[in-house]
């Protein structure tokens, strides 16, 4: 519990997760019978899925670097040298 009020980056990866699955499941994100603006010809609902989809994968890597258990990148990269 320590490692983790130490770093600031895992507790704001975790709460900024929390906050965009949170939004992105009301009506604000994904309102009812929208389908315009269309990108590409995707329909709203298609394209900022996939957005989204984009922005928890990079979530995902930068909460795996700064984790403060260090995971496998960290051992990894200790080993190495």
């Known amino acids: 519990m320590a ?3 130490k ?3 895992w507790k704001t990866c975790c709460v900024l997760a929390v ?3 949170t939004v992105a499941f009301t009506p604000l994100f994904l309102p ?3 389908i315009e603006p269309t990108v590409g010809g995707m ?4 394209w900022s899925g996939i957005a ?3 922005v928890m994968v990079i979530l995902t890597g930068i909460a795996t670097v700064v984790h403060p258990g260090g ?3 960290t051992q990894a990269k200790e080993k190495a040298s």
Not at 43 to 46: H, I, K, Q, R, V
């Open 3 to 5: 490692a983790s009020i």
């Open 7 to 9: 770093n600031p980056g």
């Open 19 to 21: 906050v965009i699955m």
């Open 32 to 34: 009812a019978g929208t």
């Open 43 to 46: 329909p709203y609902t298609l």
């Open 52 to 54: 989204l989809c984009i």
């Open 71 to 73: 995971g496998a990148f």
